[in-house]
């Protein structure tokens, strides 16, 4: 924003991803979600509530900057060329639209799991934090469908399990995360991922904005 000289009081951060999400869908006409959109422009570890009564009264959610030092030792697995993961949002987004109880159920469901595992993270609780990424993984398996996920996503999931990791998708699909508690599990699934072919495979590194506040709602 600095290019076109607008500052953070003429337009708060908490309203940016709002607008550019709503410039995507409303003025390009492409499918996007608030969660890409917050976290680049926080960038960093952000924690996200989209709770729908702060939504209505302020126009955006409470997005909270975290310190990266929480977080456990992680790894990232995505594949070479996606061939069936284009599909992955379906016709979710429609059905909550609709009021479907179970996509509705589902987000709650969701929405509890990203506040456990926050909790987690802060108490370096990673055993709880794991079994919150796997929780989210299977109920997102069950909403979706195995046909939308997609085989290969499918796959990468089923390699971090073999291996005793748990792992989910850090987005719409085409890519697994996951974390691993010693360099001895970080090379079995590397070998895993190499053996099974198709698949990058490499550890996360962290970055800290120095934009970021502790706290921005």
């Known amino acids: 924003m600095k290019f076109y000289g607008v500052d953070e009081a003429s337009l708060p951060r908490t309203i940016l991803p709002h607008l550019v999400m709503t410039t995507e869908t409303e003025e390009l006409g492409l499918a996007a979600g608030l969660q890409d959109r917050v976290v680049q422009v926080y960038e960093g570890l952000v924690a996200m509530n989209f709770d729908e009564e702060h939504m ?13 030092s929480i977080l456990p030792r992680m790894w990232l697995a995505y594949v070479t060329k996606n061939s069936d993961s284009g599909k992955v949002h379906s016709t979710v987004k429609q059905r909550w639209l609709n009021g479907d109880p179970e996509v509705r159920e589902a987000m709650r469901t969701w929405a509890s799991l990203a506040e456990e595992g926050r909790a987690a993270l802060q108490e370096h609780d990673y055993e ?5 990424m796997c929780k989210n993984f299977h109920l997102r398996r069950r909403i979706y469908s195995d046909e939308v996920i997609g085989s290969q996503c499918l796959a990468m999931v089923a390699i ?3 291996c005793g990791a748990p792992a989910k998708f850090p987005g719409s699909g085409g890519a697994v995360i996951g974390t691993y508690t010693s360099h001895e599990q970080f090379t079995l699934l590397e070998q895993e991922f190499r053996k099974a072919g198709g698949f990058n495979f490499m550890p996360v590194e962290y970055y800290s904005p120095t934009t970021c506040s502790s706290q921005q709602r």
Do not use: N
């Open 56 to 68: 209505a009264q302020h126009g955006h959610g409470i997005y909270e900057c975290l310190d990266p």
């Open 160 to 162: 971090a399990d073999r």
């Open 128 to 132: 709880t934090f794991g079994k919150c």
